[in-house]
Structures are given as structure tokens and as C-alpha cells.
């Protein structure tokens, strides 16, 4: 998966890991709990600039670096971010950490674990006690695709052009499957 394109500009003090963010003004944040998400969430930030949806993109760690995240969402209103898109493995508390310092939607996406395949972190993502919510999609890279476009969604419902690339995303995906036909030939 290739690296998304753009210049970072940073927003909260030393960062923990940067990766890179491919505008001025991003609209969806999309955070991760390590680097070794990335290779998943990549499929996240590619989906969303195929939409031309600028995005920040950064790793930080509910339990590594608490008080860069606590920072990062407390401020990502702020900055102009309106959907945060945050992916975690293992005993995953980063998506409800990032929730509790935002009224902004969070989406969470479970990453896939060594020890119990993603099923710890897709408990610890989705099982949010009722006050503050966390959107959680599938483990692994099916859920970062559509936390993706469920960030496109939200986005859409006040700008025509997105709702439009949506349908056409839509569309071309029934085509391809539907040119598929006989799977044998
Ligand atoms: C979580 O721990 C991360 O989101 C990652 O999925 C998992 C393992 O992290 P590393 O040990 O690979 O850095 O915080």
C-alpha cells in the first residue's frame, strides 16, 4: 500500500510518530495506536483521498502517548477535523479515550492481534458504556475501507459533489461485480 501524498503541518507539540497528512485544512483525522497499524489504515486514507477528502494522519497511543492524544482530540474540533477515524489493537482503548475529548464522531476500527486475532480489540473498541460513542467497524482492513467511506457519508450530507462520487463509488462497484459473470470463465 502506498503512502498517501502531502506535507504535514503540525499541530500539537512533539509529535509521537508522524506519518503524513495531504492537506492545509483536513476534515477527517484519521489516528492510529502504532505504526504497525499502518499498513491497514493506509487502506483508510487511501479510500478517503480517492474522494479528495483531505486527511491528518498520525500515530498516538491511549496508554504511550496519552497526553499527545488527549491533546490531539481535545484540539481537533478546533483545527477544523469533523470525523476522527481512530484504529487500535489488543486491549484497544484509543477510539473511546479520543471520544471522551470530543464531541466530534469517532469511528473505531479494531486492528487484527496476535494473540486472539483482533477480538480483543474489537470488544474493547465496540463495548463503549452508554455516554460516550465510538462507531466500530470490522477487524482489519474491511473496517478501515469502510470507516473510510462511513467518514465520506457523514461528510456528504452537506456537500453534493461527495454524495455524487459516493453513488458513483456505488455504481462502479456493481458493475465490476456484475462483469465478473460466470466466476469459471
Ligand atoms: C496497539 O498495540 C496498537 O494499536 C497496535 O495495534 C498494538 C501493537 O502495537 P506494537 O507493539 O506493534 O507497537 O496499541
Same mark, same amino acid.
Request: glycine share 8%.
Given at each position: 500500500?502506498?503512502?498517501?501524498?502531502?506535507?504535514?503541518?503540525?499541530?500539537?507539540?512533539?509529535? @509521537? *510518530?508522524?506519518l503524513q497528512?495531504?492537506? /492545509?485544512?483536513?476534515?477527517?483525522?484519521?489516528? /492510529?495506536?502504532? =505504526?504497525?497499524?499502518?499498513?491497514?489504515?493506509?487502506? @483508510?486514507?487511501?479510500?478517503?483521498?480517492?474522494? =479528495?477528502?483531505?486527511v491528518?494522519?498520525?500515530?498516538?497511543?491511549?496508554?504511550?502517548?496519552?497526553?499527545?492524544?488527549?491533546?490531539?482530540?481535545?484540539?481537533?474540533?478546533?483545527?477544523?477535523?469533523?470525523? !476522527?477515524?481512530? &484504529?487500535?489493537? +489488543? @486491549? &484497544?482503548?484509543?477510539?473511546?479515550?479520543? &471520544?471522551? =475529548?470530543? !464531541?466530534l464522531?469517532v *469511528? +473505531?476500527?479494531? /486492528?487484527?492481534?496476535?494473540?486472539?486475532? +483482533?477480538?480483543d480489540?474489537?470488544?474493547?473498541?465496540?463495548?463503549?458504556?452508554?455516554? !460516550?460513542?465510538?462507531?466500530?467497524?470490522?477487524?482489519?482492513?474491511?473496517?478501515?475501507?469502510? &470507516?473510510?467511506?462511513?467518514?465520506?457519508? !457523514?461528510?456528504? +450530507? #452537506?456537500?453534493?459533489?461527495?454524495?455524487?462520487?459516493?453513488?458513483?463509488?456505488?455504481?462502479?462497484?456493481?458493475? #465490476?461485480?456484475?462483469?465478473?459473470?460466470?466466476?469459471?470463465?
Amino acid at each position: 500500500m502506498k503512502k498517501p501524498t502531502g506535507v504535514y503541518h503540525g499541530v500539537v507539540g512533539p509529535p @509521537a *510518530l508522524l506519518l503524513q497528512s495531504s492537506s /492545509m485544512n483536513p476534515q477527517v483525522g484519521v489516528i /492510529m495506536g502504532s =505504526k504497525s497499524d499502518w499498513d491497514v489504515m493506509a487502506h @483508510a486514507v487511501q479510500t478517503l483521498e480517492s474522494f =479528495k477528502v483531505a486527511v491528518e494522519v498520525r500515530v498516538l497511543s491511549a496508554h504511550r502517548t496519552p497526553d499527545a492524544l488527549l491533546e490531539w482530540a481535545a484540539s481537533a474540533e478546533s483545527r477544523g477535523l469533523e470525523v !476522527i477515524i481512530a &484504529a487500535a489493537g +489488543g @486491549a &484497544a482503548h484509543l477510539a473511546g479515550v479520543t &471520544a471522551a =475529548k470530543t !464531541i466530534l464522531p469517532v *469511528l +473505531g476500527v479494531p /486492528m487484527e492481534s496476535a494473540a486472539l486475532k +483482533g477480538m480483543d480489540s474489537l470488544l474493547s473498541t465496540v463495548q463503549m458504556p452508554a455516554g !460516550i460513542p465510538v462507531a466500530t467497524f470490522a477487524i482489519g482492513r474491511a473496517g478501515a475501507v469502510n &470507516a473510510a467511506l462511513y467518514a465520506v457519508a !457523514i461528510l456528504a +450530507g #452537506k456537500d453534493k459533489a461527495l454524495r455524487d462520487a459516493l453513488k458513483r463509488y456505488r455504481e462502479d462497484q456493481s458493475r #465490476k461485480v456484475l462483469e465478473v459473470g460466470d466466476p469459471r470463465s
